[in-house]
Nanobody, 121 residues
Framework: QVRLIESGGGLVQVGGSLRLSCAAS????????MGWFRRAPGKEREFVVI????????SYADSVKGRFTLSRDNAKNTIYLQMNSLEPEDTAIYYC??????????????WGQGTQVTVSS
């Protein structure tokens, strides 16, 4: 059974930092990719950052480049999202997702329960 355990959300002031983590389990092989997405109030879910496990290539949304950094623990199938210089526009529910086979982020992906990040001004 695939499980995604997220942690690290919370309330922070503008300019502050938070670190999210997500651990994936339930498969005997490494994922094809993992990533973070977010849904702000009244908006559609959007991509934040993804990492392709083989090679470690990362892709960031333009809105978070230079402020967010994704890292990983290969042995634990865990990713971490360090979020610095947070802005009110970063307020959202952040979802971890795993693509085990390269099928993309649709119905074949697995999603965490989400963790709330609130940036107050």
């Amino acid at each position: 059974q695939v499980r995604l355990i997220e942690s690290g959300g919370g309330l922070v002031q503008v300019g502050g930092s938070l670190r999210l983590s997500c651990a994936a389990s339930g498969r005997t092989f490494s994922p094809y990719a993992m990533g973070w997405f977010r849904r702000a109030p009244g908006k559609e879910r959007e991509f934040v950052v993804i990492i392709r496990w083989s090679g470690g290539t990362t892709s960031y949304a333009d809105s978070v480049k230079g402020r967010f950094t994704l890292s990983r623990d290969n042995a634990k199938n865990t990713i971490y999202l360090q979020m610095n210089s947070l802005e009110p526009e970063d307020t959202a529910i952040y979802y971890c997702a795993v693509d085990w086979t390269g099928a993309g982020w649709g119905t074949n992906a697995y999603w965490g329960q989400g963790t709330q990040v609130t940036v107050s001004s």
